[in-house]
């Protein structure tokens, strides 16, 4: 079960995308506003407008392929879908498109609304002892360890640039330091991290090695496993197959799928949001300068202006209902508008005035599904980049603001780049890094190791940007190569 759809599907445009000859516009049928297409991504907050004053807090929207969903924008009334599970569940098969075999095995749709016996996906007595399970493990986590993986890790990706005086934010920090961490809370050898890096962010992609790159993810867990179990330790491998709830192998794996994959891409994208407006916005620069503001409180501001996520599919109702002044049928799809509630203006009149401290955004969610890990995406963006401008203090923006661009999707806004300058400096390596080594290339690791060796699987050949040192096993080259090889290629 590595896959919530067939891996032989061949990826297929939906109707109306560019890809099948004809340009997407804006209205679908019945003039419902599509949520996909050239419009709808290059300004999606503009949309969001748009559709709040043409239908109030819930409005009618159209998916890839043209299928209907509700798009919740009003704060109040994502609060309420979220709160609210016996009439807005997380169960996928509810949907009535599902229901009528209306949803193609390769719709672009499949990877985020499929159903998976996920604790995302459920709801009641199941979903309780599969995140009781999770929420168990991420909460053993403290503060200060996660700092500690954070210090090494950043130390080390701003030692690859720190004489340069130049490096560019999103592809050589953000977008590797939370998969890094990750792996470190996981058990996972360090080996493991930049080819997991590198599948992360083929995997969001969308690319057409996305399936290889999730085996890769799926063999490097089911390694891990294998291995605990001859060598248990503090990490939340062990924890979850310890723990009292008893989940299943498959239940495992599956779950450290999603903590890996999800921690990853909301905590990068708060990573390089933050960092943007820490260089760009003179009132966040000077009040972290002069102490009026603590990087906490900025953190609160970007998950409010800049959610990671800018919308969770979904919710699908399990009865008639009324929702925000709209008439949902049993079997709609619900779609919780993050970035829309986060402005309302019901709650932020002005959305000027600063909101230092205060949490009460959309960001994690509510209720019974509340994203469990946040407080340690919230640490590894925090201390990560409290390390970085305590390394790099004078770092300063490359380029000038409007140059700045970002690529949307559906779910999610990313930054492209953000690229810097700095004085050039040498950084002093941390204690816990590996040194670098000098010697001899060794041989390929067995093709069949034993079952708890903690050797890395082999990397997916087909996905672009793998390293040929990654092949390497865990034990035989050193982490500070294998990192420094990803950056100089």
Excluded at 70 to 83: C, P
Excluded at 247 to 274: C, G, K, P, Q, S
Excluded at 304 to 323: K, N
Aim: hydrophobic content about 40%.
């Amino acid at each position: 079960m590595s896959t919530p759809f067939p891996a032989d599907a061949s990826p297929t445009p939906p109707p109306g995308c560019p890809a099948h000859g004809h340009a997407v516009e804006p209205l679908g049928p019945g003039g419902v506003r599509r949520l996909y297409g050239p419009e709808a991504e290059a300004d999606p907050a503009g949309l969001y407008e748009k559709l709040r004053a043409e239908h109030g807090e819930v409005a009618p929207v159209l998916l890839h392929g043209d299928f209907p969903a509700w798009l919740i924008l009003g704060h109040g009334a994502n609060i309420t879908a979220m709160r609210s599970p016996s009439l807005f569940s997380r169960d996928s098969r509810l949907w009535s498109a599902f229901r009528a075999g209306d949803v193609p095995v390769d719709s672009p749709l499949m990877p985020v609304i499929a159903w998976q016996p996920l604790c995302v996906f459920a709801d009641g007595e199941e979903h309780r002892r599969l995140r009781g399970a999770v929420l168990d493990g991420l909460n053993r986590f403290d503060r200060r360890g996660v700092r500690r993986h954070v210090r090494r890790f950043t130390t080390e990706l701003v030692q690859v640039v720190g004489q340069t005086g130049r490096a560019e934010l999103v592809t050589q920090f953000a977008e590797h330091l939370p998969m890094l961490v990750m792996t470190q809370l996981l058990g996972m050898p360090d080996e493991y991290g930049p080819q997991l890096v590198n599948a992360a962010r083929d995997l969001m992609k969308g690319t057409e090695t996305a399936v290889a790159s999730n085996e890769y993810v799926v063999a490097s867990l089911r390694r891990t496993m294998a291995a605990k179990r001859e060598d248990p330790g503090a990490d939340l491998v062990t924890w979850l197959m310890e723990h009292p709830a008893g989940l299943t192998d498959d239940e495992v794996m599956e779950h450290l799928r999603v903590v890996l994959l999800a921690a990853n891409e909301t905590t990068v994208n708060l990573i390089a949001d933050t960092l943007k407006m820490v260089l760009t916005d003179p009132r966040f620069r000077a009040h972290l300068s002069g102490g009026q503001m603590t990087l906490g409180e900025a953190l609160d501001q970007v998950l409010w202006d800049s959610p990671p996520m800018s919308l969770v599919a979904g919710r699908w109702a399990t009865a008639d209902t009324e929702l925000g002044g709209q008439q949902i049928r049993a079997g709609d799809m619900l779609l919780l508008g993050l970035a829309a509630g986060n402005v309302d203006p019901v709650v932020r009149p002005d959305l000027a005035t600063p909101l230092y401290g205060n949490r009460s955004h959309l960001s994690f969610g509510a209720g019974p599904h509340e994203c469990p890990g946040q407080d340690v995406g919230r640490s590894v963006a925090e201390a990560g980049i409290d390390i970085l401008l305590t390394l790099l203090p004078d770092l300063r923006l490359a380029v000038p603001e409007e140059e700045l661009t970002w690529t949307s999707a559906w779910i999610s806004r990313h930054l492209t780049e953000l690229p810097v300058e700095f004085t050039p400096r040498e950084i002093e390596p941390h204690p816990d890094s590996t040194p670098i080594e000098d010697s001899e290339p060794v041989a390929a690791p067995d093709p069949d190791p034993a079952p708890a060796s903690t050797a890395a699987p082999e990397p997916a050949p087909a996905v672009e940007e793998t390293p040929t040192a990654v092949r390497i096993p865990a034990q035989r080259r050193g982490w500070w190569r294998t990192l420094t090889g990803l950056f100089r290629r």
